[in-house]
């Protein structure tokens, strides 16, 4: 019987964009670096570098918090089951709690009590020393988020939808994806419906404010709807959904758009396949040919500063330093 073998190909997305232009070291990590780390013969590099590469930040943590609740009020509406506000808000709140002893207990290193769902935190794994304040504000966000968004008109959109009209809701990296130049390209939205005219909308829910890159994760979202459900991507709806400030955006598909994306993507893919010994088989050349960043911010959010000797940068200790350095008045003044 054939053995389910799982290669490292090489594909793109936007995630894997972004990594690579913060910090080449931090890709190689991720991409590279930490492949096998689960197999059971695995070096202990490896296996480290895998453990850490999972480590999210406390805000990813609470975006991730609110994602996976939307998305089960969703399925339980689409399931047409009862959705209770605030037992949805209970439940968030103790999975929350119990994420973070799991995680300041470093848990994660136990093979034996590895969880799918979550894979602890940057600042435990780092021990910074964050007040109790800021993780009370951590789960505020996500509190207010989920609030809006069960008090929000998605609760009766998404009731009004006929089964036929639903199409996705969050449905993984094994679903979402296409080919784009011979290359697989993931692009997992959050919601995905057709409207009473058959137009297909994609909802991307954001906890965080508008920022750049946003607009080309929605593109992407089109290109994959209109690969799979065979539609011209510019009649995709689009719909940034900020579920923190109340607000949606909807960002228009065009001809340009989906032409500075395909732009985006092969200037992308020929950077990241240069540093590629073997582009066929996705071998990678030294590490040393992925430089560390010399942005230290990138460093205060990255899970592997342990594998390049930064463990003490953290936004605590870099705004610390900050406030030490003189200001160019005071330096003028001493000079003198
Ligand atoms: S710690 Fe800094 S240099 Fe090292 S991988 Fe992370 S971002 Fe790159």
Redesign the pocket.
């Known amino acids: 019987m054939g053995q389910n073998v799982i290669t490292n190909d090489f594909s793109w997305s936007k995630s894997r964009h972004e990594k690579f232009s ?2 080449r ?2 890709y190689f ?1 991720h991409y590279y670096g930490s492949w096998g780390g689960w197999e059971n013969g695995a070096s202990e590099e490896a296996r480290q570098l895998f453990t850490l590469k999972r480590l999210a930040n406390r805000f990813n943590w609470a975006g991730n918090v609110v994602h996976a609740h939307i998305r089960d009020v969703l399925r339980n509406i689409q399931a047409e089951r009862a959705v209770e506000g605030e037992a949805v808000l209970r439940r968030a709140h103790q999975q929350m709690q119990r994420d973070w002893l799991y995680s300041r207990n470093k848990s994660y290193w136990d093979e034996g009590k590895r969880r799918p769902d979550f894979t602890g935190l940057v600042e435990h794994e780092y021990d910074e020393p964050i007040p109790a304040e800021e993780w009370k504000r951590n789960w505020h966000t996500v509190e207010q988020g989920l609030r809006w968004f069960l008090a929000s008109p998605w609760i009766e959109r998404a009731r009004a939808l006929k089964p036929q009209q639903w199409l996705e809701v969050d449905e993984g990296a094994q679903k979402s994806n296409f080919d784009m130049q011979g290359v697989k390209v993931f692009a997992i939205p959050d919601f995905v419906f057709r409207d009473e005219s058959g137009r297909i909308t994609v909802v991307d829910w954001k906890t965080g404010q508008m920022r750049e890159g946003y607009e080309d994760q929605v593109v992407g979202y089109a290109l994959y709807l209109a690969h799979r459900y065979r539609v011209p991507p510019e009649s995709v709806r689009c719909l940034l959904v900020f579920v923190n400030q109340g607000q949606e955006v909807e960002v228009r598909i065009d001809q340009p758009t989906v032409e500075r994306y395909r732009l985006l993507f092969e200037e992308s893919v020929r950077a990241m396949q240069a540093l590629l010994l073997n582009a066929a088989q996705n071998v990678p050349a030294d590490a040393a040919e992925f430089p ?2 010399e942005d230290l911010t ?2 205060a959010r ?1 899970a ?2 342990r ?2 000797g ?1 463990e003490h ?1 953290t936004y605590a200790a870099l705004e610390a330093e900050r406030s030490r350095a003189p200001a160019p008045a005071q330096l003028t003044a001493s000079a003198a």
């Open positions: 913060g910090c070291r931090a990590l560390k960043t990138e460093c990255c592997f500063r594998a390049c930064r940068v």
